[in-house]
Nanobody, 118 residues
Framework: QVQLVESGGGLVQAGGSLRLSCAVSGRTFSIYAMAWYREAPGKQRELVAEMIWGAEPKYGDSVKGRFTMSRDNAENTAALQMNSLEPDDSGVYYC????????????WGQGTQVTVSS
């Protein structure tokens, strides 16, 4: 099994920054991609950033130019640097990992709350 634990969420004023981390543990192999999603009350979960191994990260339109996704293979973590935060960025942020060669499996963390005050 694979476990993902997000951290770094909190309360920040509009225009501020936060850095989220996703720690990966357990049995990982042939990782295909990792991603960050967010879910706000009354809204569907949306893709914030995705990194397919070997390719550059891709970002949702609403966060392009403000958010940066990175990974650290040595520490087995992924991060999401969020700058110029806006109240609409508030929500629970989830980290996901997809692995496997033919049959792929996806795993999710429990999420971390981000609240941006105006």
């Amino acid at each position: 099994q694979v476990q993902l634990v997000e951290s770094g969420g909190g309360l920040v004023q509009a225009g501020g920054s936060l850095r989220l981390s996703c720690a990966v543990s357990g049995r990982t192999f042939s990782i295909y991609a990792m991603a960050w999603y967010r879910e706000a009350p009354g809204k569907q979960r949306e893709l914030v950033a995705e990194m397919i191994w070997g390719a550059e990260p891709k970002y949702g339109d609403s966060v392009k130019g403000r958010f940066t996704m990175s990974r650290d293979n040595a520490e087995n973590t992924a991060a999401l640097q969020m700058n110029s935060l806006e109240p609409d960025d508030s929500g629970v942020y989830y980290c996901s990992l997809t692995q496997g060669l033919i049959l792929k499996s996806s795993y999710w963390g429990q999420g971390t709350q981000v609240t941006v005050s105006s």
